[in-house]
């Protein structure tokens, strides 16, 4: 079963630039230390403001800083953040889904307007009032984009759960006498795997654009530690003279946001019985 | 009585409007006998096997009257853990759909194992839950059981998937097997020899056997009582051959005629 969906993901090209492109970033953000020409808050004011060379790939900051090694530091902080985020709304959304999918009645109907309510809230405003309460720093961007991103798959598995718990085949484990947990993790959460999937690689695009947003207006990664989104905020300034500082760091969102999505959608086709 | 079942009416909830689907219906099953319970579709027989295991969904139905005695326990006012240990324990149920019955994403080994360590005392090992199921599988019948325990549901024939389902349901000996219409969903040619196989695992384990069906010739053959139900009630009842040769009711005799000439109806 598995062969047949990585043969279908292989056989979509796009699918397969993404999955190719997930994996480089993976590695770059395990092997930044040692791949970086120098440590990301590595000064030297003599370079200030240099051009790309042969010395400095991508050219230096206002502080001198290796923008190459800055950027290389910055995936691991950006794929972390946004692998833990969409960790925490997976799990919240698919738990949420399942119960008030499973259960239906007044369960269903609960947690369902927490949901719509949540909904109400503009995400983002949300995001940086809770932020603004909070200390912004990694962990609790983290935290933030995570509880504030459930509620789509939340809703996604309780219309999947709906539809599973009228089958014949949870009739069938409870009559062989399976407990309520059992038939939710045992037999219908592996049911709705494949949506989970899709949506979390969907999601990690998004949290990765929220994260660096937040860091660009300041309340996210906190210099000097690196993040797309902080070294795109300190770029700003320097626009006119110095388009690298802004170029690299907007090209990694660019081809990481679009790689997550690229697979997402690929993964969608090949999870698809339909198709 | 393994089984009694008293006077039971069951209401189905649609949106607001509350649908009778049994009414006053009472059935009983002696230790190793065989039943047969017959009526058209919608007439409330798998509604009684339901109601037998407490299985009707609170969302769905519930029980409004009549009690149901199994083994000297009040089914209707067991605790819900101690329900969930006769379930699959000591009342086995078979589906119509083996298509459906499965679970799709599991490997039908490890739904077999399920049944069985669900129901164990300690917790079994790897290789002795896969020795039962293994055993479940060649009681059931199923050559090459090694592959039928590798394999995903969608992977094997439909006769091998109701064979498997019957793997689970007597996987822990069950005292009662309710067969919910055993072989409406499959080939004529394997509808036989899954009522064969029925018939021959309760001689061996010495089961009882409710077999739920519309189709009387299947009842004339596999089973000692039977009882017709219409409407959600029981509107007859006796020895098959009895009932199948002097029927009392008008919808008795409405069902004999319903049998296609081909059928080989026993009218002794």
Same mark, same amino acid.
């Given at each position: 079963?598995?062969?047949?969906?990585?043969h279908?993901?292989?056989?979509n090209k796009?699918?397969?630039?993404g999955?190719?492109?997930?994996?480089?970033?993976?590695?770059?953000?395990?092997?930044?230390?040692?791949?970086?020409?120098?440590?990301?808050?590595?000064?030297s004011l003599?370079?200030r403001?240099?051009?790309?060379?042969?010395?400095?790939?991508?050219?230096?900051?206002?502080?001198?800083?290796?923008?190459?090694?800055?950027?290389l530091?910055?995936t691991r902080v950006?794929?972390?953040?946004?692998?833990?985020?969409?960790?925490?709304a997976?799990?919240?959304?698919?738990?949420?889904?399942?119960?008030?999918?499973?259960?239906?009645r007044?369960?269903?109907?609960?947690?369902?307007?927490?949901?719509?309510?949540?909904?109400?809230?503009?995400?983002?405003f949300?995001?940086?009032?809770?932020i603004?309460?909070?200390?912004?720093n990694?962990?609790?961007v983290?935290i933030?984009?995570?509880?504030?991103?459930?509620?789509?798959?939340a809703?996604?598995?309780?219309?999947?759960?709906l539809?599973?718990?009228?089958r014949?085949?949870?009739l069938?484990?409870?009559?062989?006498?399976?407990?309520?947990?059992?038939?939710?993790?045992?037999h219908?959460?592996?049911?709705?795997?494949?949506?989970v999937?899709?949506?979390?690689?969907?999601g990690?695009?998004?949290?990765?654009l929220?994260?660096?947003?937040?860091?660009?207006?300041g309340?996210?990664?906190?210099?000097?530690d690196?993040?797309w989104?902080n070294?795109?905020?300190a770029?700003?300034?320097?626009?006119?003279?110095?388009?690298?500082?802004?170029?690299?760091?907007?090209?990694?969102?660019?081809?990481?946001v679009?790689?997550?999505n690229?697979?997402?959608?690929?993964?969608?086709?090949?999870?698809?019985?339909?198709? | 009585?393994l089984?009694?079942?008293?006077n039971?009416?069951?209401?189905?909830?649609?949106? &607001?409007?509350?649908?009778? +689907? $049994?009414? @006053? =219906?009472? *059935?009983?099953?002696? /230790?190793?006998?065989?039943?047969g319970?017959?009526g058209?579709?919608?007439s409330?027989?798998?509604?009684?096997?339901?109601?037998?295991?407490?299985?009707i969904?609170?969302?769905?139905?519930?029980?409004?009257q009549g009690?149901?005695?199994?083994q000297?326990?009040d089914?209707?006012?067991?605790?819900?853990?101690?329900?969930?240990?006769?379930?699959?324990?000591?009342?086995?149920?078979?589906?119509?759909d083996?298509?459906s019955s499965?679970?799709?994403v599991?490997?039908?080994?490890?739904?077999?194992?399920?049944a069985?360590q669900?129901?164990?005392?300690?917790k079994?090992?790897?290789?002795?839950?896969? &020795?039962s199921?293994?055993? +479940? $599988?060649? @009681? =059931?019948r *199923?050559?090459?059981p /090694?592959?039928?325990?590798n394999?995903?549901p969608?992977?094997?024939?439909?006769?091998?998937?109701q064979?498997a389902?019957?793997?689970?349901?007597?996987?822990?000996?069950?005292r009662l097997?309710?067969?919910?219409e055993?072989?409406?969903?499959?080939?004529?040619?394997?509808?036989?020899?899954?009522?064969?196989?029925?018939?021959?695992?309760?001689?061996?384990?010495?089961m009882?056997?409710?077999?739920?069906?519309?189709?009387?010739?299947?009842?004339?053959?596999?089973t000692?009582?039977?009882?017709?139900?219409?409407?959600?009630?029981?509107?007859?009842?006796?020895a098959?051959r009895?009932v199948?040769?002097?029927p009392?009711?008008?919808?008795?005799?409405?069902?004999?005629?319903?049998?296609?000439?081909?059928?080989?109806v026993?009218?002794?």
């Amino acid at each position: 079963m598995i062969s047949i969906y990585l043969h279908r993901i292989f056989r979509n090209k796009l699918a397969f630039a993404g999955a190719l492109l997930m994996v480089i970033l993976i590695i770059l953000a395990l092997t930044a230390p040692w791949l970086a020409p120098s440590h990301f808050a590595d000064q030297s004011l003599i370079d200030r403001l240099q051009p790309p060379s042969g010395k400095h790939w991508m050219g230096t900051d206002d502080l001198g800083r290796d923008v190459f090694s800055r950027l290389l530091w910055g995936t691991r902080v950006s794929l972390v953040v946004a692998f833990v985020a969409v960790g925490i709304a997976t799990l919240f959304g698919t738990l949420v889904g399942l119960i008030a999918g499973y259960f239906g009645r007044w369960t269903d109907a609960v947690l369902m307007r927490a949901v719509d309510i949540l909904l109400c809230f503009p995400t983002f405003f949300l995001i940086l009032m809770v932020i603004a309460f909070l200390e912004p720093n990694i962990v609790n961007v983290m935290i933030v984009i995570g509880v504030t991103s459930w509620t789509g798959l939340a809703r996604l598995v309780r219309g999947e759960t709906l539809s599973l718990r009228e089958r014949d085949f949870i009739l069938a484990a409870r009559a062989l006498g399976a407990s309520t947990p059992r038939i939710l993790f045992v037999h219908l959460l592996p049911n709705v795997v494949a949506p989970v999937v899709v949506s979390a690689t969907l999601g990690v695009g998004g949290a990765i654009l929220t994260e660096s947003a937040l860091s660009f207006l300041g309340l996210g990664v906190q210099p000097p530690d690196p993040s797309w989104g902080n070294m795109l905020s300190a770029g700003k300034d320097y626009i006119y003279f110095a388009w690298w500082l802004s170029v690299f760091p907007g090209l990694a969102i660019l081809t990481t946001v679009m790689a997550f999505n690229l697979l997402g959608e690929g993964l969608r086709d090949a999870l698809d019985p339909r198709s | 009585m393994l089984l009694s079942i008293k006077n039971i009416s069951v209401d189905y909830f649609r949106g &607001k409007k509350i649908i009778p +689907a $049994l009414r @006053n =219906a009472s *059935l009983e099953i002696a /230790e190793g006998e065989s039943v047969g319970l017959v009526g058209e579709s919608g007439s409330g027989k798998s509604t009684l096997a339901l109601a037998a295991l407490r299985l009707i969904s609170p969302h769905e139905g519930n029980i409004t009257q009549g009690k149901i005695i199994f083994q000297g326990k009040d089914i209707l006012a067991l605790p819900e853990q101690d329900m969930r240990a006769i379930r699959g324990k000591d009342i086995g149920i078979i589906f119509q759909d083996p298509f459906s019955s499965l679970n799709p994403v599991l490997r039908i080994g490890d739904q077999i194992e399920e049944a069985i360590q669900v129901h164990a005392e300690n917790k079994l090992s790897q290789a002795d839950l896969k &020795k039962s199921a293994l055993a +479940a $599988l060649s @009681n =059931a019948r *199923l050559p090459e059981p /090694e592959r039928i325990y590798n394999s995903y549901p969608h992977q094997v024939s439909g006769g091998q998937r109701q064979r498997a389902m019957i793997a689970m349901a007597i996987a822990n000996s069950p005292r009662l097997l309710i067969a919910d219409e055993p072989t409406t969903a499959l080939d004529v040619t394997v509808q036989k020899e899954i009522l064969d196989l029925l018939a021959q695992l309760r001689k061996d384990m010495g089961m009882a056997l409710i077999l739920i069906t519309h189709h009387l010739g299947i009842v004339s053959q596999t089973t000692d009582r039977i009882y017709v139900l219409k409407n959600g009630e029981v509107v007859e009842s006796g020895a098959t051959r009895s009932v199948l040769s002097s029927p009392a009711h008008s919808y008795t005799q409405e069902l004999l005629r319903a049998v296609p000439q081909t059928a080989k109806v026993h009218r002794a």
